[in-house]
């Protein structure tokens, strides 16, 4: 199979799809591999890797024209024009976006495999979990930087100083971003407690994060009653495939002291917090009620080279079996098979479907392939 690498578009976003290892696992079964040009530079690997690993660098229209098209984030709208038919395995999130590019994908009857929605065995989400685990552990380092003074915020600083905690961290969630957020919370020396659904969680959450950890069953009323202390809230809430519930309301976030810092993690699936609108990397900030927040779509695109290669051991064993076997790899595996969120012009993933009240084009993949 013909499979194309994309280089990133959208702002700052430094990862890329496939690591030169990838390309050689790819090379090595037989497919070819056609990379953009420039497409892992900003991760710290030259088309030359690539070329070595037995990869074409290539132009951009190439790339797309591909059977098997990789990328890390979901296309946009300049690239629209290269929709066509083509099977694409990314982040699209397309519960949490525009509704433009739902649309796009079905006009073009791209086959849109998503990395969010695929689950395993078990009914984890083994591809979302390697970017959560870095956005999660990005999430309390941010917020202690946007503490800062100079950048208006409150001036607490999250740590231990002469064996006395300042700053404290609540993050609402317990999932792989919640954890991995808690564990830089608590690592920093902050007083950190985490909002989870099921108390009988805490002994598990201690011993894999801190004896010191708080935890506060997620309710309204308990998530509030924390809020007005709070330096720094972390929104770590994932409903998979569809749109993040508001767990935080505006008025929860009007009772928080001016100068905290919100960091909504969850904002690729539409924010779990009331006040949140997407940002960027060049725009990373805004405030609202005097409360600094800090939503940018794609965290772990700051640090390319970590992101990357985790991204690339998750996915690779997954782009080898869609190499190999195409559509019949859904067919084989259902966990698989619920990443596919479009199809033959139909949404595949009913979330979604409901999420963006198109449910009228939605259709089970196992009838589009049966």
């Known amino acids: ?17 496939l690591t030169p290892e990838g390309a050689k696992a790819l090379t090595r079964a037989g497919h070819r591999v056609r990379v953009q040009k420039e497409a892992g530079a900003r991760s710290g690997f030259a088309d030359a890797d690539y070329q070595a690993a037995g990869a074409e660098s290539v132009t951009v229209d190439k790339a797309w024209a591909s059977e098997l098209v990789l990328k890390v984030k979901e296309p946009l709208p300049s690239e629209y024009s290269h929709l066509d038919r083509q099977l694409i395995f990314t982040y699209f999130h397309l519960a949490g976006v525009d509704e433009s590019l739902t649309l796009a994908l079905l006009e073009n009857r791209v ?26 552990h990005m999430a ?13 915020g409150k001036g607490v600083l999250l740590g231990t100083i002469l064996d006395r905690k ?46 010191h950890l708080n935890f506060v069953l997620s309710a309204p009323d308990n998530i509030r009653q924390h809020l007005a202390d709070t330096d720094v809230l972390i929104g770590a809430v994932l409903v998979t495939g569809a749109r993040a519930p508001y767990v935080v309301t505006d008025d929860m976030v009007r009772e928080m002291q001016p100068g905290s810092v919100i960091i909504d993690v969850s904002i690729d699936q539409g924010g779990c917090i009331e006040t949140s609108r997407p940002t960027s990397h060049s725009e990373p900030v805004f405030e609202q009620h005097g ?40 067919v084989e595996d259902p966990g698989f098979a619920r990443g596919v969120n479009t199809h033959a012009g139909r949404l595949t993933f009913a979330p979604v479907a409901e999420a963006l009240g198109l449910s009228d084009t939605y259709s089970p993949f196992s009838e589009l392939v049966s």
């Open 1 to 17: 199979m013909q499979v194309g690498v994309i280089k990133e578009i959208k702002d700052k976003e430094n990862r890329v799809a």
């Open 111 to 136: 086959t849109a495999v998503a990395y969010e929605t695929v689950e395993d065995a078990s009914g984890a989400l083994p591809l979302l979990k390697p970017m959560s685990a870095v956005a999660g």
């Open 140 to 152: 309390a380092t941010i917020g202690s930087y946007y503490l800062a003074r100079f950048n208006r």
């Open 166 to 211: 300042y700053g404290k961290v609540l993050i609402v969630g317990d999932g792989v971003v919640g954890r991995h957020a808690a564990k830089a919370a608590v690592g920093l020396g902050a007083d950190t407690f985490i909002c989870g659904r099921h108390s009988d969680r805490v002994p598990e959450l201690q011993q894999e994060i801190s004896p």
């Open 291 to 330: 409360v600094i927040h800090y939503c940018v779509t794609n965290m772990p695109g700051a640090y390319p080279r970590t992101s990357t290669i985790a991204l690339t051991s998750a996915t690779l064993p997954y782009v080898l079996r869609l190499a190999e076997s195409g559509l019949q790899s859904f």
